[in-house]
């Protein structure tokens, strides 16, 4: 057994969360990386911004490092809602360039604290750095199974890769027959 870096880990499977993510844009129209897909509005470009603001709370408000240019609706300093969309304005570039850049500073958070380290959730509790990593990974992980689903949807592009290599072999025909079985299963129940 190899003896790691808990807080090594913890960074590789935030990070793998933060890129699964992306992908899900790649190769996407503008229409289609913002259309709404679920009856709550649920869209690609918006699971990025979301998760830009809770990068933005977790490991820059909490540990007293602010970032920039993110208003928190958490805070109450953004209307409900405000980061679950983007607006016409805001271009894919910056949406995501922004999400990039709270990637970095909370990677300088992670990097420069140990995971004991207490932060203050404005509004809210204390939290040690640790919880803040295992709270966006699990935050970060429950949204890419959203754009996984969203992308899904829009052009049948599934898994956690591009290439796929976490899926079950199988081509459109053998999804097909297998989506086909599980429905008259659902019926028959």
């Not at 259309?35 to 690609?44: I, V």
């Amino acid at each position: 057994m190899t003896v790691t870096d808990p807080k090594h880990d913890l960074r590789v499977y935030l990070q793998d969360a933060r890129d699964a993510l992306l992908w899900k844009l790649e190769g996407l129209s503008e229409y289609d990386v913002r259309r709404p897909l679920t009856p709550t509005g649920t869209n690609l470009l918006g699971l990025v911004k979301h998760l830009t603001g809770a990068e933005a709370l977790y490991f820059g408000a909490t540990y007293g490092r602010p970032f920039d240019g993110t208003p928190l609706w958490i805070t109450g300093d953004a209307e409900p809602n405000a980061d679950l969309w983007a607006r016409p304005e805001e271009s894919r570039e910056d949406v995501v360039g922004r999400y990039r850049a709270a990637w970095a500073h909370s990677d300088e958070t992670i990097a420069s604290l140990p995971l004991d380290a207490v932060g203050h959730i404005p509004g809210g509790g204390e939290v040690t750095l640790h919880h803040s990593l295992t709270h966006m990974i699990a935050e970060t992980q429950r949204h890419a199974g959203h754009a996984d689903i969203v992308r899904e949807l829009i052009d049948g592009a599934a898994g956690q890769r591009p290439n796929g290599t976490n899926m079950a072999p199988g081509d459109g025909a053998a999804w097909a027959r297998h989506r086909e079985r599980a429905e008259r299963a659902a019926k028959e129940a």
